[in-house]
């Protein structure tokens, strides 16, 4: 069974760091398209960064530089290292699986808060 | 960005009677490799996202038949044959031809 489960979401003031780790189970990271997805509150849904399986990433242009994406393939988890943080930022955070083939995002986890606030 | 924009944003429905969700992209979502990356995902209290329906009108696997999707283009359309208390929550859609975003949600509830 597919699963994902976030985790490393809290309370950070802004400027502030935080990592977010995403444990996947019934698959292999390393091979598939991986994202990360917000939602700030009473806001939409907002993509994040987008790992491929060959490594490349992609980030939002709202985190470019501010935000980093890795995954551990022998931990078989993912990660958002989260630099310099806004109020703005203030959200819940997703990580998903994108599957290629069909153009859409199959399978989430239940999400992690994040909350920016001095 | 493609803009995804979804009306209604509240559907108070009664139970057994259908829905109807649309969305509209503000440019074509006719991918070059010619396929359309619409999908549909469903959040219910304290459940994670969920894959409805891919690629315009594809049940994802475990997905009830009275979800169905259609469209072309622009425009795509959710409906519900049949609303059931389990099917309340938030609706989204979401593009994947040109990066990933998705609608501002929409919520189905009971009267």
């Known amino acids: 069974e597919v699963q994902l489960a976030e985790s490393g979401g809290g309370l950070v003031q802004p400027g502030g760091s935080l990592r977010l780790s995403c444990a996947a189970s019934?698959?292999?990271?390393?091979?598939?398209?991986m994202g990360w997805v917000r939602q700030a509150p009473g806001k939409g849904l907002e993509w994040v960064s987008v790992?491929?399986?060959?490594?490349?990433?992609n980030y939002a242009d709202s985190v470019k530089g501010r935000f980093t994406m890795s995954r551990d393939n022998s931990k078989n988890t993912l990660y958002l290292q989260m630099n310099d943080l806004r109020g703005e930022d203030t959200a819940i955070y997703y990580c998903?699986?994108?599957?290629?083939?069909?153009?859409?995002?199959?399978?989430w986890g239940q999400g992690t808060l994040v909350t920016v606030s001095s | 960005d493609i803009v995804m924009t979804q009306t209604p944003l509240s559907s108070p429905v009664t139970l057994g009677q259908p829905a109807s969700i649309s969305c509209r992209s503000s440019q074509s979502l006719v991918h070059s490799d010619g396929n359309t990356y619409l999908s549909w995902l469903q959040l219910r209290p304290g459940q994670p996202l969920r894959l409805l329906i891919y690629k315009i009108s594809n049940r994802f696997s475990g997905v009830p038949d009275r979800f169905s999707g259609s469209g072309a283009g622009t425009d795509f359309t959710l409906k519900i044959s049949r609303v059931e208390a389990e099917d309340v929550g938030i609706y989204y859609c979401m593009q994947a031809t040109q990066s990933w975003t998705f609608g501002q949600g929409t919520k189905v509830e009971i009267k």
């Open positions: 998903a699986r994108f599957w290629p083939d069909s153009g859409c995002l199959d399978y």
């Open positions: 019934g698959f292999t990271i390393s091979s598939n398209y």
């Open positions: 790992i491929y399986s060959g490594g490349r990433i």
